[in-house]
Nanobody, 115 residues
């Protein structure tokens, strides 16, 4: 069973930055699609950013130009660099690894943007 472990969440002021990390315990990490999702209180979980096994990316319109997804396959890690954070970015952020019939989620990390 693959486990995903997120870190890097916390409290940040509007306009600030955070970098989330997610380490996968599985093998052949480079073969999988990875992504970040978020869920704010009272709202459905939404996709934030996604990266395929060949490095193609896509982003939610609300974070384009502010968030960057990247991966280090040697470390089985996916990152989400978040800049120019807004209060509406406050949510629990979840890491996802999928593809080849698999579907794994992390436990989530809280990001709170507030002054």
């Amino acid at each position: 069973q693959v486990q995903l472990r997120e870190s890097g969440g916390g409290l940040v002021q509007p306009g600030g930055s955070l970098r989330l990390s997610c380490v996968s315990s599985g093998s052949d990490f480079s073969l999988y699609v990875v992504g970040w999702y978020r869920q704010a209180p009272g709202k459905e979980r939404e996709a934030v950013a996604r990266m395929t096994n060949i490095g193609s990316t896509n982003y939610a319109d609300s974070v384009k130009g502010r968030f960057t997804i990247s991966r280090d396959n040697a470390k089985s890690t996916v990152y989400l660099q978040m800049s120019s954070l807004k209060p509406e970015d406050t949510a629990v952020y979840y890491c996802h690894q999928g593809g080849w019939g698999s579907d794994y989620w992390g436990q989530g990390t809280q990001v709170t943007v507030s002054s």
